[in-house]
């Protein structure tokens, strides 16, 4: 028998990963030390979630987040990093080093780090604003559920390495930063947070903790070169390291597997029971000024101020407790250092048994079985007034776990109706616990930026929010008269990532636009046209749920899009100037450009080109996802009105068909105040719209091509496993087509005309704004004559205008094109394209389009011949 049968026999343990590896592949490989492989098992179990990045998720059996643990255990893991830390860095350098911890798992650790380096501030990165406190930075999350990381230090000299670590405000130059995490996968985080942060508070040496180093070979070896990009030292301290071993496909495979167990029979979830159990509050009395964590920096002053208090407040919970045997010290999201010192405390204070977890917004998927690592889990609505709107909230392995008493410990923010509710956290533990205390730590407010409100006084706000709830005896209360309403009902700015922009997304440059999206370029989403146009059609599938194969145009092909470029860049200039002119002048002299990812976006950058240099405006543009059937992006709008007046925003695109997209972005707008539906287009061609650069139908040559003329980006992308309720829709980032890209040649080529074209535009708009220029809906008549004549019976089968046929041919699968009798120049690309595709061209009188396409109706597969390309009908 092996070493690790043998140990896990005599345990008599199975590991928390068994589950997920038997079904996936998944493994844990240690570092090559004696046992490395059974040390990882024994810190981390696996779980699956719904994440578009990655389909696992490591579960930390020392941190104390999805797995309740010994407070000990989990203090003791962090504060022995701090120690290593501190003898990596010698005594005097600990002295002057600043610790950073990664909102929400690692709030707790980090602050436990701090503790083990002896004098070290510490500050966490935190996903809650705080109106009057000023960002010192931010960052993203690149695997996380919820990526947006804030950085609000009191202290503004903190992070610069200028603070006296012990509070005093001597100057301390170029201390060390000791970053933590609790797991260091691919790196990016950490690396990116310090790029970020060196470029602000350059310093020449970082630590990097984490419990866990799980990077692969190739990640490993990035580590040195990054340290020398930034010129600083960059060491690692970790409990323990290895790599995850996947297997090909194990992406797709977790999904699957997260599809079946979730369609299959009841989850492992519990819902509230019908007892309510009466919930006891316990008055900590936390020791005035002491802040409830790292949020807003957490100082020696501080940690020397709240030692002595803990063990009088782990008496006053033990006072409540009772004769209880087994005790849950349940922390909150971000709230994890507080809860777990006051469970250190505990468990020296009671002989009972005591464990620790806290909850988290990150939804994992629950599997009763012991080789997984999340067993059960509780469901509740999130009840600190998220500043990204409401949503759902999760405590893992609580249900069934055989708790008799659960300690709920939570900031005074978090204590409102909705913590009581009856769906509420306090009455879904009271299903499954006899006892449940609520203890309320006073969320900290940096009182140079509120003078009107002591940094303690928020610990009053409980006997506000639920004057009912019984208090624990002989433990008073002190309730302040005057507290201000501003605390519980402050409105904060939606928390949400930022844009994204090139080139780390994009080829365009960064202040051209930004992205409101997420990144999907690590996700296989490509089908081939013919299966997307057969799922499409028969209802087993919506287009946003895939992406075409994208088109390698031919040399021909791009000698074709460079002659059409030449022809018709004056054209397109001119209409450019005239759409953004009219913009100027009837809707907002500071427009907000968002475009319609991704045909508007080209025309967005354009309009922001010609406005900056008619005008020298620097007007802001960003890019939207709005997909038919399914409505605009709602996170995105969400954060556009949480960064600018909705009255000033402008939504662009490139050009009108039948209208399609002009009326699902106007009933879209409507359960959203402010926004004007209004679209601003290139060419109007099927009279759509009002603000226009022409209604001629011509070639407009970013038609041509899919991303390798709009930043290399693809369409955008809609998908229930991908895009969650609160995510940004998805796109990818074809970063493989760098060399065909013309994104840039495009936009040069046509702002080279805007001087020649200034004077027609100027005209033009003088004639535009005294016109009649009401949508006629043109177009959208002449397609469903089309769609009828042709014995379609299906308008979003009928593609018109130059743009759109282009599209058809592109990405589905082409029935014939209706050609204007007499089209010159504008539709060779067309010909070309139906040629190689072997599909009919039919000239045509009287049609108001130069061209339409006709999506093959009925499509199977037996639409198309041997060689893929469309078949006639008879």
Request: glycine share 8%; with cysteine; hydrophobic share 40%.
């Amino acid at each position: 028998m092996s070493e690790r049968a043998a140990r896990k026999e005599t345990a008599n343990v199975v590991w928390s990963g068994s589950w997920v590896a038997e079904r996936l592949g998944v493994d844990l490989v240690g570092d090559g030390k004696p046992d490395g492989d059974g040390e990882l098992r024994e810190l981390l179990g696996l779980a699956l979630r719904r994440n578009p990045k990655r389909a696992h998720l490591l579960v930390s059996n020392v941190l104390g987040k999805h797995v309740p643990q010994k407070p000990s255990v989990v203090y003791g893991a962090g504060f022995e990093l701090g120690r290593r830390v501190h003898a990596l860095l010698g005594d005097a350098e600990a002295r002057r080093a600043v610790v950073l911890g990664y909102a929400e798992t690692a709030t707790g650790l980090g602050h436990a780090v701090a503790d083990g380096l002896g004098m070290a501030p510490y500050l966490h990165s935190t996903r809650r604003p705080v109106d009057g406190v000023e960002r010192a930075g931010g960052f993203e999350e690149s695997h996380s559920h919820a990526t947006s990381h804030l950085l609000l230090p009191e202290d503004p000299n903190l992070l610069a390495g200028e603070c006296d670590p012990a509070g005093e405000g001597a100057p301390v130059a170029d201390a060390p930063l000791v970053l933590v995490d609790d797991e260091f996968s691919t790196g990016n985080t950490v690396l990116n947070t310090i790029r970020a942060l060196h470029e602000r508070y350059p310093r020449s040496r970082y630590v990097i903790v984490a419990l866990v180093d799980m990077r692969s070979a190739a990640d490993r070896g990035r580590l040195t070169g990054f340290a020398a990009e930034i010129g600083a030292r960059v060491d690692l301290v970790a409990r323990s390291s290895g790599t995850v071993a996947l297997p090909e496909g194990v992406l797709e495979k977790g999904r699957a597997l997260v599809a079946a167990q979730e369609s299959a029979a009841a989850s492992p979830e519990a819902a509230a029971g019908t007892v309510r159990r009466p919930c006891t509050r316990v008055d900590l009395q936390w020791p005035a000024g002491v802040p409830d964590g790292g949020r807003h920096g957490f100082t020696p002053a501080h940690r020397a101020a709240l030692e002595p208090a803990l063990p009088a407040m782990a008496a006053r919970v033990a006072a409540a407790l009772g004769d209880a045997r087994r005790v849950l010290i349940l922390g909150f999201e971000e709230l994890m250092y507080a809860p777990l010192r006051l469970g250190t405390a505990l468990e020296d204070h009671i002989d009972a048994e005591v464990r620790y977890s806290t909850t988290t917004r990150s939804p994992v998927l629950a599997v009763d079985d012991p080789g997984y690592a999340i067993r059960s889990r509780l469901v509740f609505p999130a009840h600190d007034n998220p500043a990204d709107g409401p949503g759902d909230r999760y405590a893992y392995n609580v249900a069934g776990a055989g708790f008799d008493a659960v300690v709920v410990a939570v900031d005074s923010t978090a204590d409102t109706p909705e913590l009581h509710a009856p769906e509420g956290l306090l009455a879904q533990l009271a299903a499954h616990a006899d006892h449940v205390l609520l203890a309320v730590v006073p969320s900290y407010v940096p009182s140079k930026d509120r003078p009107d409100l002591p940094p303690h006084v928020a610990s009053d706000l409980p006997a506000r929010v639920a004057p009912d709830l019984p208090v624990a005896p002989d433990l008073p209360v002190h309730v302040a008269s005057d507290l201000p309403s501003y605390v519980s009902e402050r409105q904060e700015p939606p928390m949400l990532p930022e844009p994204l922009r090139g080139p780390a997304f994009s080829s365009y440059a960064p202040d051209d636009v930004g992205w409101l999206l997420q990144d999907l370029s690590g996700t296989e989403l490509e089908a081939p046209i013919e299966e997307r146009e057969e799922a499409i059609q028969s209802g087993g599938a919506h287009y946003a749920e895939s992406l075409p194969v994208e088109y390698q145009p031919s040399a021909q092909y791009q000698d074709l899009f460079k002659a059409a470029l030449e022809l018709s860049a004056a054209r397109v200039a001119r209409a450019v100037g005239t759409v953004t002119e009219t913009v100027l002048a009837e809707r907002t002299p500071r427009p907000v450009l968002v475009s319609l990812a991704r045909a508007g976006t080209p025309v967005g950058v354009l309009m922001r080109h010609w406005a900056r240099h008619r005008h020298g405006l620097d007007l802001p543009h960003y890019a939207i996802s709005i997909v038919r059937g399914r409505g605009i992006d709602a996170t995105a709008l969400r954060w556009l009105a949480a960064h600018h007046d909705p009255a000033d925003v402008v939504f662009v695109d490139g050009w009108t068909g039948k209208g399609a997209i002009t009326r699902e972005l106007a009933v879209a707008l409507a359960e959203f105040d402010g926004f004007n539906p209004e679209i601003a287009v290139l060419a109007d061609p099927g009279g759509c719209v009002r603000t226009y650069g022409t209604r001629e139908d011509f070639l407009i040559p970013s038609a041509c091509l899919n991303s390798t003329v709009s930043g290399l980006i693809s369409r955008t992308v809609l998908r229930s496993d991908l895009v969650g309720p609160e995510d940004f829709h998805g796109a990818k980032f074809y970063r493989e087509l760098s060399d065909a890209d013309v994104s840039g040649h495009f936009l040069d080529t046509v702002a080279a005309h805007f001087d020649e074209v200034a004077d027609a535009v100027d005209a033009e708009v003088k004639e535009l704004l005294a016109a009649d220029r009401a949508p006629t809906w043109e177009g959208w008549a002449a397609v469903e004559r089309i769609s009828e004549e042709h014995g379609i019976h299906d308008v979003n089968l009928v593609k018109p205008g130059v743009g759109e046929t282009t599209r058809v041919l592109l990405r589905r699968v082409p029935w014939k094109i209706l050609a204007k009798r007499g089209a010159g120049a504008d539709l060779e690309h067309i010909r070309l394209l139906a040629e190689q595709r072997g599909v009919p061209i039919e000239e045509v009188d009287e049609l108001p389009y130069t061209c339409v396409g006709l999506i093959h109706p009925k499509y199977t597969r037996g639409a198309t011949g041997a060689d893929g390309t469309a078949v006639e009908s008879k």
